[in-house]
């Protein structure tokens, strides 16, 4: 009896394999079928090309990655070919599984090399209509090839210049730029207020981003501190999409030789509750959320201890509103061992000594005026710090030794 049963068991275990195959070998056949003939059809292509109305432009470059962000006049996809000889790599955003099509782009290239230089350019193909299946397209724009270098905080010395509250002059941004000395600089640092406020991507391009573009000749990075003006406008919630690190947020760190940049967000200058912001602004949680995290850098961030020196950059000398509790954002910087604050904000030149500011700073405070390009060289033994105005003069220039406090 068990070995009948056995048998029949079999039996139906091989006429199910039969059925399993059969199925499985027609299906397998229905679907190249349907392959084919999608793929006997092809899209659509129109006598279209793009063209790129602003940049390309580095943002947030690391010793690992970089972003690159472009705009196009009509709705594309874009990709980024990039490599040390030739761009010979292609790098295709996606999101949630789908290439982006639109007129920003904003590519991140990860898995660099700390200190290489890079060749990129662009390819932007144009999407003429965006059917579910075979959509129009058009010709598609490949950009001159570009260059850009990566951090690396194994080189001995690095320099970066520091400018700030250009708020829509694009003058007073091009004379600014026309004063750097690009050949030597690593990376510019803006310390925001670019506008007066944030009213759309016109202004946000023709006013601010385009002549910072230009100056950096698509090869040198900016590096962003969000101002308060910054905040404020019909388009400042879509300022992330533009303006934000590769983390999402405006306060991040990097590392270029032997400074630690720490990259703070100062805020509004006024509390949540003031009739200005009309029950719009809900800063106070937001900056508990980022003192949290400069806090814990120490335990997260091992170039808080290794570096030689630690900057922070930031738009408000005095930490931005915090309700009376700036004392306690100043403290934690002296824990950390700061070695220099550059600020912006007050569209003028001022120079805090280290116990002369906000509470017991143990650091100097560089507040940068608004025509003003602040130039730090950094080795791994001092910060040599010079502002130069406008009109050629120099403002101030100090040095900043390397500390001996115990870290």
Same mark, same amino acid.
């Given at each position: 009896?068990?070995?009948?049963?056995?048998?029949?068991?079999?039996?139906?275990?091989?006429?199910?394999?039969?059925? *399993?195959?059969?199925?499985?070998?027609?299906?397998?056949?229905?679907?190249?079928?349907?392959?084919?003939?999608?793929? &006997?059809?092809?899209?659509?292509?129109?006598?279209?090309? +793009?063209?790129?109305?602003?940049?390309?432009?580095?943002?947030?470059?690391?010793?690992?990655?970089?972003?690159?962000?472009?705009?196009?006049?009509?709705?594309?996809?874009?990709?980024?070919?990039?490599?040390?000889?030739?761009?010979?790599?292609?790098?295709?955003?996606?999101?949630?599984?789908?290439?982006?099509?639109?007129?920003?782009?904003?590519?991140?290239?990860?898995?660099?090399? +700390?200190?290489?230089?890079?060749?990129?350019?662009?390819?932007?193909?144009?999407?003429?209509?965006?059917?579910?299946?075979?959509?129009?397209?058009?010709?598609?724009?490949?950009?001159?090839?570009?260059?850009?270098?990566?951090?690396?905080? &194994?080189?001995?010395?690095?320099?970066?210049? *520091?400018?700030?509250?250009?708020?829509?002059?694009?003058? $007073?941004?091009?004379?600014?730029?026309?004063?750097?000395?690009?050949?030597?600089? =690593?990376?510019?640092?803006?310390?925001?207020?670019?506008? =007066?406020?944030?009213?759309?991507?016109?202004? !946000?391009?023709?006013?601010?981003?385009?002549?910072?573009?230009?100056?950096?000749?698509?090869?040198?990075?900016?590096?962003?501190?969000?101002? #308060?003006?910054?905040?404020?406008?019909?388009?400042?919630? /879509?300022?992330? /999409?533009? !303006?934000?690190?590769?983390?999402?947020?405006?306060?991040?760190?990097?590392?270029?030789?032997?400074?630690?940049?720490?990259?703070? =967000?100062?805020?509004?200058?006024?509390?949540?509750?003031? #009739?200005?912001?009309?029950?719009?602004?809900?800063?106070?949680?937001? $900056?508990?959320?980022?003192?949290?995290?400069?806090?814990?850098?120490?335990?997260?961030?091992?170039?808080?201890?290794?570096?030689?020196?630690?900057?922070? *950059?930031?738009?408000? +000398?005095?930490?931005?509103?915090?309700?009376?509790? #700036?004392?306690?954002?100043?403290?934690?910087? #002296?824990?950390?061992?700061?070695?220099?604050?550059?600020?912006?904000? !007050?569209?003028?030149? *001022?120079?805090?000594?280290?116990?002369?500011?906000?509470?017991?700073?143990?650091?100097?405070?560089?507040?940068?005026?608004? =025509?003003?390009?602040?130039?730090?060289? &950094?080795? /791994?033994?001092?910060?040599?710090?010079?502002?130069?105005?406008?009109?050629?003069?120099?403002?101030?220039?100090?040095?900043? +030794?390397? /500390?001996?406090?115990?870290?």
């Amino acid at each position: 009896m068990n070995k009948k049963i056995i048998r029949q068991f079999l039996i139906a275990l091989c006429f199910l394999s039969i059925v *399993v195959f059969t199925f499985s070998f027609a299906q397998a056949q229905a679907d190249e079928k349907l392959i084919q003939r999608g793929n &006997a059809r092809s899209y659509k292509v129109y006598d279209a090309t +793009p063209v790129i109305l602003d940049g390309p432009f580095l943002l947030d470059t690391s010793e690992t990655s970089t972003t690159i962000e472009w705009i196009t006049d009509t709705p594309c996809q874009g990709s980024v070919e990039y490599g040390e000889s030739k761009p010979n790599h292609d790098e295709i955003p996606q999101k949630d599984g789908l290439i982006p099509v639109g007129t920003l782009h904003r590519t991140e290239i990860t898995g660099l090399l +700390p200190g290489h230089t890079y060749q990129y350019r662009l390819i932007s193909t144009r999407v003429v209509r965006l059917r579910p299946y075979y959509a129009d397209k058009g010709h598609s724009l490949e950009s001159p090839a570009y260059s850009f270098t990566t951090l690396d905080r &194994a080189k001995p010395s690095i320099s970066f210049s *520091v400018i700030t509250d250009t708020h829509e002059d694009v003058q $007073r941004i091009d004379a600014l730029m026309g004063m750097i000395d690009w050949k030597t600089t =690593d990376f510019l640092v803006h310390e925001g207020d670019g506008v =007066d406020w944030v009213e759309n991507q016109d202004q !946000l391009f023709d006013k601010w981003l385009r002549p910072l573009s230009e100056g950096l000749a698509h090869t040198k990075p900016l590096v962003y501190a969000r101002g #308060n003006h910054d905040m404020r406008g019909p388009f400042a919630r /879509s300022l992330g /999409s533009y !303006l934000s690190s590769a983390e999402g947020r405006f306060y991040f760190t990097r590392d270029d030789g032997p400074v630690h940049l720490i990259v703070v =967000d100062t805020g509004e200058d006024k509390p949540d509750n003031n #009739n200005e912001y009309s029950g719009l602004i809900a800063d106070a949680p937001y $900056r508990e959320e980022e003192y949290s995290w400069l806090r814990d850098l120490p335990s997260t961030d091992k170039r808080m201890s290794e570096a030689p020196f630690r900057v922070i *950059v930031m738009h408000q +000398p005095e930490w931005g509103w915090l309700n009376g509790e #700036n004392d306690k954002w100043t403290r934690l910087a #002296n824990q950390e061992h700061v070695d220099l604050v550059i600020a912006g904000h !007050l569209h003028k030149f *001022v120079y805090i000594q280290p116990g002369q500011g906000q509470g017991d700073n143990h650091f100097p405070i560089l507040v940068v005026g608004q =025509d003003q390009v602040a130039r730090v060289d &950094a080795t /791994s033994k001092e910060l040599k710090v010079t502002v130069t105005a406008r009109d050629g003069s120099i403002v101030d220039s100090f040095v900043v +030794p390397r /500390s001996s406090r115990e870290r």
